[in-house]
């Protein structure tokens, strides 16, 4: 059974910046496209970012420039670093598959972008 702890979240300031932490346990990491997803108060979960086994990268337009996805895969761990940060990035993050079947999700981590 797959599961992912996120952290690495907080209250930062527009404009600055912060680094999420995915750590998953189970096989399939190695292999599994991975993304980050968030949720904010009132909206449904959206995918942001997606890594492939080989480290190919897409991101929503939301946040592409600004945000930057990476996988270490000797370590079963994926990292979202966002800089730039703007209010409308607050969110509850989250890590998960971003092909095939979704795992059980994780308790997520807070980002509140905030002055």
């Known amino acids: 059974q797959v599961q992912f702890v996120e952290s690495g979240g907080g209250l930062v300031q527009p404009g600055g910046s912060l680094r999420l932490s995915c750590a998953a346990s189970?096989?399939?990491?190695?292999?599994?496209?991975m993304g980050w997803y968030r949720q904010a108060p009132g909206n449904q979960r959206e995918l942001v970012a997606r890594?492939?086994?080989?480290?190919?990268?897409n991101y929503s337009d939301s946040v592409k420039g600004r945000f930057t996805i990476s996988r270490d895969n000797a370590k079963s761990t994926m990292y979202l670093q966002m800089n730039s940060l703007r209010p409308e990035d607050t969110a509850v993050y989250f890590c998960?598959?971003?092909?095939?079947?979704?795992?059980?999700w994780g308790q997520g981590t807070q980002v509140t972008v905030s002055s």
């Open positions: 189970g096989s399939i990491f190695r292999f599994a496209v």
């Open positions: 998960n598959t971003a092909q095939g079947v979704l795992r059980p």
């Open positions: 890594i492939t086994s080989g480290g190919s990268t």
